[in-house]
Each structure stands twice: as C-alpha cells, then as structure tokens.
C-alpha cells in the first residue's frame, strides 16, 4: 500500500524506490551473512559499495545540475543540464536505509530476513514524504508487533488534526504575507523586510512541524511510534538549544552517524571544530543544492562554535529574555539565508533588512501589512510556544465528561475550518518536500 502510496506521486521513480529496498535488503543480508562467517574484508566491501550506491544515487538525483552549473562556470565551459526531477522523498528514505545498513554493519542489530517487513520499513507512507526520519533501531520490534487501541487513534486522531491545522490554517495563511513581502525589490522598507522574514519564519516551522505532526499521529492509528520531530524550538536561549529542539531526527541521525563516529566532542579543541563545521556542511547541503543551503550551515556551524568555546558561558547568565532575543534574532537571520534564492538575492536582502540599501524604516506599504497580518503573526507567535497546548490540556483533562466534551467540540471545529481552507485553496505543498 506505501508504494501504491508513492507511485501515485511518483510514478516513473516507483523503479527506484523498488530497487533501493530490494539493493539494500540484499545488502543488509550480505553483510550480515559475511560477519558471520568470520569474513571483515568482504563484510567492509559490501558495507562500502552500499554506502557508494546509496550516496551516488542521491547525489545523482540531487546534486547533479548544481555540479554541472559550477563545473561551467569555474572552467568555463558549456556542459548540457538535463532537468532531472527529484524523486520524492529521497534525501529521507536513504538516510533512513543508510542508518539501518550501518546499525547492521556495527552489530547494533540483527539484520531484518523478511523483505516485506523491510520493505514497509523504507516505504512507510506517513514519514515517507517529508519525515521524520525514523531510524530501523526505534521500530524495529513495532514491524511485527504493535498495539493498534481505540485511544491510540485517538490520539492520532488528536496528533493529526493539530498537524492539519498548523499547515492548513498558520503556515499557508502566513506564507502569503511572505510571498507577497518578498516578491518586491529589495528596496522595501527596513520593517516590511522584518515582517516579511518573520513571516517565512513562523511558516517554515508551522509547515514543517505540521507534517511531522501528521505523520506521528497517522502512525499512532497504525500502532507505530515515531520520534517527535520538533520541540518548542523558538522558545530556545541559544543556538544549540535551538537545534536540540528543531528537525530532531535529522539532528539524532547527523549525530550518531557521523559526528560521533568522527570523535565527537571526546577529541582535541582542533578536531571538535573539524568534527562540528564537517556536519553543519553536510546539514546545509544535505537540505539542497545550493549555496545559500551550504552557507546557512556553515552559518550554524560557527554559531555553534562560538557559544562552546567563546560566549557561550556569558549568555547563561544574561536575563532569560537578552537569551531569547539574542537567539530569535539569530535563527530569523539563519531563515533568510535559508530562503533565499541565490546570493545575490541573499545579499540585497540582507542589505534591506539592516537599512544598507538606504531605504527607509517604515512606509505606507509597512502599515498596509501591519494593519491586515499583526493578528496573524501574534497567532503565530503565541502557537509557537506551549502556552496554548499546556492550557488546554488542563482544561480537557479536568474530571467530568463537558471537559471532555469541549476537547471534542474544539478538535471537531478545527478539522472541519482546516477543510474549508483546503476547499477555498490552490495547490499549496509542504516546503520540505522539495528537499
């Protein structure tokens, strides 16, 4: 059913999808199969061409027009792009493939002999799309063995709906306001630039965490639990903190998969710095084939660096609010590079934002976005903390069945606003799909 799922978007890249489950069952199988039998060196071969194979088709996919495109004009030549369409989802099912095929390499655990079971495993149709990444080590006992309850729908149900809500309601209705900012010339006003960022801000999380949401909640109706993907992370007092809380399964699979084979924060000052710019690079080029992607990581990168070994203890002991501010400016600077199109957009851009360009700090245009958003944005603002969900919560769960009455009602009214907005809205896909 996930690949009837899969091929209803992507018909043609069915193939690859088959091939990358069938390639690395056998593979898996292999290199398990040469563990056994005592046999390292052809274990290692087989681990290698898998991690080649699997790299090389991603990078194929991905990367091959951003390589031709700098190829041409470093030397100078005129080598043919092809436009190649990116397979859905793959930057997420081969980091989910390449986790299992290590875990089974390193002895973490035992290699799966049922292919369908495997199968479901890469092609699971909730998280397939845009995650959260799921390693094979959280699910593997829940393949052949999970609880599907009436309160675990529920529940899903629950998760489901408030993912619904935060793409359908906060996230497209906000991406308008960005749309519109950032479609004119950079010589805008300071402010209508802020509030244009702001925007793209509060979109990308409600988007993005609304998918994650979706996912969990329809793999709960199923039995399965998958890993919560976001946590709050614009409520963080530091960089760090920030991406503790944000894309947690992307953070989770960098971490155990190439910072801490690389010696992780156990190595000299040196290495440590090598360690963390390795998987910033990595992280921003992993989201796509750009050089604002590669630049906004590196950006986090040296963030990341300076609060360990430069500021870091300061910033601790500023006010709880000089905290929040410090890092809310920071991740908003870190959104507008993400964003961006190219450098030169990035750098008039940022040019507005900080009045360079000399435009002015306010104008009529400023005032026409306030007037008809600052409700929207203030929404935003306060969804993006716990306050809504930690008061309703208690409200719900008071004794008494019109407690439990108005959760109903409420989550009822919800779905069905999110359906109206659906019915009276264009084609609006989640901004993650694309990477």
């Not at 306030?370 to 719900?396: D, E, Y």
Request: aromatic content about 18%.
């Amino acid at each position: 059913m996930s690949l009837i799922f899969y091929a209803w978007g992507e018909p043609v890249y069915i193939l690859l999808m088959i091939f990358s489950i069938v390639f690395n069952y056998l593979s898996a199988r292999s290199i398990a199969y040469y563990k056994e039998e005592n046999k390292k060196k052809l274990k290692i071969i087989a681990f290698i061409f898998n991690i080649i194979i699997n790299l090389g088709l991603l990078c194929f996919f991905k990367y091959y027009g951003f390589a031709v495109e700098n190829i041409n004009g470093l030397f100078h030549t005129s080598l043919p792009i092809r436009n190649i369409a990116l397979p859905i989802g793959i930057s997420f099912y081969t980091f989910q493939t390449l986790s299992y095929v290590i875990d089974v390499y390193k002895g973490n655990i035992p290699v799966q002999k049922n292919i369908i079971s495997f199968g479901a495993y890469i092609s699971m149709f909730p998280q397939l799309i845009a995650g959260p990444i799921v390693r094979y080590v959280d699910i593997e006992t829940q393949l052949n063995n999970r609880e599907i309850s009436l309160d675990k729908i529920s529940e899903g149900v629950v998760w489901f709906i408030i993912g619904m809500a935060k793409k359908v309601l906060l996230a497209n209705n906000v991406g308008m306001l960005f749309d519109t900012i950032f479609a004119t010339s950079p010589d805008r006003a300071v402010l209508s630039t802020w509030i244009g960022i702001i925007a793209y801000t509060f979109q990308i999380y409600f988007d993005f965490s609304g998918y994650s949401d979706m996912a969990i909640g329809l793999g709960k109706m199923l039995g399965f639990e998958f890993v919560q993907n976001f946590d709050y992370p614009y409520i963080s007092r530091s960089a760090t903190e920030f991406w503790r809380r944000w894309h947690i399964s992307l953070g989770t699979w960098f971490r155990e998969y190439v910072y801490i084979p690389l010696g992780g924060n156990r190595v000299g000052p040196l290495k440590h710095i090598r360690n963390i710019m390795i998987v910033w690079l990595l992280t921003g080029f992993w989201h796509g084939a750009a050089w604002c992607f590669i630049l906004w990581g590196l950006y986090y990168g040296i963030l990341l660096l300076l609060e360990k070994y430069i500021w870091g203890k300061g910033l601790a002991k500023l006010p709880k609010f000089i905290q929040h501010l410090y890092t809310i400016i920071l991740f908003i600077i870190g959104w507008l590079i993400f964003t961006s199109t190219d450098l030169s957009s990035l750098g008039g851009n940022f040019l507005s934002m900080f009045g360079f360009t000399g435009n002015a700090f306010i104008d009529a245009s400023t005032l026409f976005y306030l007037r008809n958003n600052i409700i929207l944005l203030v929404i935003c603002g306060i969804c993006s903390t716990p306050v809504v969900t930690k008061l309703f919560t208690k409200i719900v769960s008071k004794e008494g069945i019109g407690f439990q009455i108005i959760g109903v009602v409420v989550y009822a009214a919800i779905f069905i606003l999110s359906i109206a907005y659906l019915v009276n809205a264009t084609y609006n896909p989640f901004l993650y799909f694309r990477f």
